[in-house]
């Protein structure tokens, strides 16, 4: 419904899939791509209905960002799976039509490539367990791109409208959007076990960072680097299905005397070319 006449940008840029006929309330319409790549069509003030058509012969996986979200999606489909669409009926920043049963008539040879995506785990240890996922297309084509990302055991993500189901978080990055970001908690645990994916478009890095109340110990895949910020936060980028296994004790207290103190005070006199302090 537009409140005032003006442009609407549709679904789909120019280098995810390519509309061939577009209509308004029935009607053929013009439409118009800016350098973007993005369709748009003039609407005037109303209530409107927009189809937008196109092939998808010879295509396993579509892609399609979404200039404007809308409230909500239906979807019928035969022969397709659909990513992006929640069980409340809301969406993603974009969409994946991937299909299902593939056609056994012969396909012609595409040089295709799916985008290189990065993704970043950083696991803090602490009075509470937390971690931080940021995923981003290292790609300079912005080209859309889907991800299933597994959580950790005992992993509860906190930040709004990430969804996770079935033990993964799945995320679709459209054209327009680099990177995608969130929060969770961990439950802690005496050990915890980590396995990269084995995806040839996927690089993972894992980052630790333990606090003074645990003590960690690593085997398997060798890290990287030990340090950041004067800080010891080994980080690991494994190869695909490579795994890392890390084993957390709390340090145990050294045995001697014990001193209990009542009572303390603390004062400062400042001077003219020194300071006392004192403490009593």
């Known amino acids: 419904n ?6 609407l940008p549709l679904p789909g840029l120019i280098n995810e899939w390519r509309a061939s006929q577009v209509l308004i309330d029935g009607k053929p319409a013009e439409a118009m791509r800016n350098k973007e790549g993005t369709l748009w069509v ?17 295509r396993d996986s579509i892609n399609l960002s979404l200039p404007v979200k809308p409230r909500r999606l239906e979807s019928d489909l035969d022969g397709w799976d659909l990513i992006g669409l929640r069980e409340d009926g809301g969406i993603e920043a974009g969409l994946v039509l991937n299909r299902i049963s593939r056609r056994h008539e012969e ?3 595409r ?12 696991i803090s240890l602490g009075l509470q367990w937390t971690s931080h996922v940021r995923v981003s297309r290292e790609s300079t084509d912005p080209v859309a791109s889907n991800l299933s990302v597994p959580l950790l055991p005992g992993e509860s993500v906190l930040t709004p409208d990430i969804q996770s189901r079935d033990g993964h978080v799945v995320i679709s990055l459209p054209a327009h959007v680099t990177s995608v970001e969130w929060d969770s908690t961990l439950k802690p645990s005496h050990s915890l ?14 980052r630790f960072k333990v606090g003074p109340q645990w003590h960690a110990e690593f085997s398997g895949a060798p890290p990287i680097h030990q340090q950041t910020e004067n800080q010891w936060a080994p980080l690991w980028q494994p190869w695909p299905g490579e795994e890392l296994k890390a084993i957390f004790t709390k340090p145990q207290g050294v045995p001697g005397q014990s001193l209990t103190i009542d009572r303390s005070a603390y004062s400062i006199s400042p001077g003219l070319r020194n300071s006392e302090l004192r403490l009593e």
């Open 2 to 7: 537009m409140e005032i006449a003006g442009a």
């Open 42 to 58: 003039n609407l005037p003030q109303g209530p409107h209905q927009v189809m937008v058509a196109g092939s998808v012969n010879n």
């Open 107 to 109: 396909k012609e040879l």
């Open 111 to 122: 040089n295709e490539f799916p985008p290189l995506v990065l993704v970043e785990r950083t």
């Open 193 to 206: 076990l980590l396995t990269a994916a084995k995806l040839g478009d996927v690089v993972e890095q894992w």
